[in-house]
């Protein structure tokens, strides 16, 4: 590699200084949790200009057919989160729930909050989502979308200055670039352990307990596992974040938040049945678009531990009756038909099983018993958009 030139040196060191210090601390420890300024409002041109951008981002969320506006639901979430941070902290944000099946929360510079469907399906009482909500209003609390926003946009006037004066200097800039990207991910990982650790003040000050934060990040690592065993991969857990990885692993998370969990008040009831209670209406389409993401390892995970809690109900006998359906293999069919047989005796009543059932047998040659599952079928739902079909299934 060539040496830079002493003016493109002179920029790459002034580039560095726009970035500002590098982080090296988390949070201030202890249970304090900082003074908050109620109803803040964007004061600069880059404030502004984030705001600006979030609002336009709501709107969206707000129109979005991808939102879940059954009433109830996001009125609940913003009870969890009102419970984890504090009502006074809550007072302006507004929360929109998404129906997306993948673990995701996340809040903007606004006050508004996005949870996706796959985050409650995961959660196994209020303690564990109120882990995550408190999460991400701390990055709101600690305004971390507008130090982004100042990190990345000063990190890439540097680049742009390098490239100049290295071109006229003809001399590599590679180098350089690459310790200002080193700098700018290190930044963000540092939010994000601030983040979790004011977010365990907040678990410690709710009375949920404080060794929840750690636990979610222990059931994700539990999941990805079964989902390469699922794939017939060996698993990847990573014990150190990547040079360019912009969090922490999820296995240096439960353990700095199980230690920094041990040292907090233990905390009080998670709140697992409130929390089983308020996702049942919600639970059946939560599971059909888990099902569909084709992770039987990591969908077979998730139903264990649902079952754990609650045992195994209608709703979850069905969805892993789908399950097995759905990989198809001669074994899995037969067990398929089994698990919606266990979930009718359960109480499940919806046509659909006669239907699904009717297919999964069929398809293992079971052809007697499964016409007479897609004649049920047919019977219950005469007019249904796929009745012609399951009719043509029957007479053949």
């Known amino acids: 590699m060539r040496r830079l030139s002493h003016v493109a040196?002179?920029?790459a060191v002034s580039g560095l200084a726009l970035l500002g210090p590098w982080p090296s601390s988390a949070a201030e420890p202890g249970l304090e949790l900082p003074t908050?300024?109620?109803?803040y409002e964007p004061r600069t041109v880059d404030e502004r200009g984030v705001w600006m951008q979030a609002d336009e981002a709501e709107r969206g969320l707000r129109d979005t057919p991808l939102r879940i506006r059954e009433a109830g639901l996001e009125t609940y979430l913003r009870e969890?989160?009102?419970r984890e941070v504090s009502a006074e902290r809550c007072a302006g944000i507004r929360i929109y729930a998404m129906e997306i099946p993948d673990f995701n929360a996340s809040m903007m510079a606004n006050g508004a909050m996005q949870v996706w469907s796959g985050l409650l399906l995961r959660s196994r009482s209020e303690a564990e989502l109120a882990a995550?909500?408190?999460h991400e209003?701390?990055?709101?609390e600690l305004r971390h979308s507008l130090t982004g926003f100042q990190q990345k946009r000063r990190a890439t006037d540097a680049m742009a200055w390098i490239n100049l004066w290295g071109a006229l200097a003809n001399s590599d800039t590679s180098f350089t670039q690459t310790i200002i990207a080193r700098g700018m991910y290190s930044y963000d990982r540092t939010q994000e352990v601030d983040a979790d650790l004011l977010g365990l003040k907040y678990a410690a000050s709710s009375g949920y307990p404080a060794i929840t934060a750690s636990e979610v990040w222990r059931n994700l690592?539990?999941?990805q596992d079964a989902t390469a065993a699922g794939r017939n991969q060996k698993p990847k857990q990573k014990y150190t974040a990547g040079y360019f990885d912009s969090h922490p692993t999820a296995l240096n998370r439960s353990i700095y938040l199980a230690e920094a969990a041990a040292k907090m008040p233990a905390g009080g009831d998670a709140r697992a049945k409130e929390y089983r209670a308020a996702m049942a209406p919600?639970?059946?389409?939560f599971l059909a678009a888990q099902i569909k993401r084709n992770d039987f390892g990591g969908t077979e995970y998730i139903l264990q531990s649902l079952a754990a809690d609650s045992g195994w109900g209608p709703d979850l006998l069905f969805a892993r009756a789908e399950l097995y359906r759905t990989r198809g293999n001669p074994r899995d069919l037969q067990i398929a038909a089994q698990y919606y047989r266990d979930a009718r005796a359960a109480g499940y009543a919806a046509p659909?099983?006669?239907?699904?059932l009717g297919l999964a047998l069929l398809r293992n040659g079971q052809v007697d018993e499964g016409r007479r599952a897609l004649s049920a079928y047919l019977t219950a739902r005469p007019e249904a958009g796929d009745a012609k079909m399951i009719r043509a299934l029957v007479a053949n």
């Open 132 to 134: 995550v909500l408190g």
């Open 9 to 11: 040196l002179g920029v």
């Open 137 to 140: 209003f701390a990055h709101f």
């Open 36 to 39: 908050y300024t109620r109803a």
């Open 282 to 285: 919600y639970l059946p389409r």
């Open 352 to 356: 659909e099983l006669d239907r699904n």
């Open 221 to 223: 690592m539990n999941e």
């Open 80 to 82: 969890v989160l009102c």
